[in-house]
């Protein structure tokens, strides 16, 4: 049907402008809700590792987090097949910045091959 147009139905207006209304404010608070969730997220990143000794690695590592959060951070060391050979906990205080480096010494059963953050909770 060339030239018709899209016509609201009279006494309808209201309800258009009132759906229209609630779309962009619910747009609104979806999108700020989204943003805030990940502005309070914990990451941890590894950063290296070395092995020290066949009992001793070291492991460094990145998070960011809240400034105002206090973590407790899960380190572990595997061995060859993944096996963890040693763990440690680590207390991360509050910090003036998002993102802080750090480094723990773990103590391992057998030889450890590699290192990682397994987990990051909030104190």
């Not at 070291?58 to 951070?73: G, N, R, S, W, Y």
């Not at 993944?82 to 207390?91: P, R, T, W, Y």
Request: include cysteine.
């Amino acid at each position: 049907m060339a030239g018709s147009r899209l016509r609201i139905t009279p006494g309808t207006g209201k309800w258009w402008a009132l759906g229209i209304a609630f779309t962009v404010l619910f747009t609104i608070f979806a999108s700020w809700r989204v943003l805030s969730v990940a502005d309070e997220q914990i990451d941890a990143t590894t950063t290296g590792y070395k092995v020290v000794d066949e009992r001793t690695m070291t492991v460094t590592f990145d998070i960011h987090k809240p400034p105002q959060v206090a973590v407790l951070c899960t380190i572990q060391a595997q061995d060859l097949k993944k096996n963890v050979v040693g763990a440690a906990q680590v207390d991360i205080p509050t910090a003036p910045t998002r993102t802080t480096s750090h480094q723990v010494t773990i103590k391992t059963t057998t030889l450890a091959f590699s290192g990682l953050v397994h987990d990051c909770i909030r104190r």
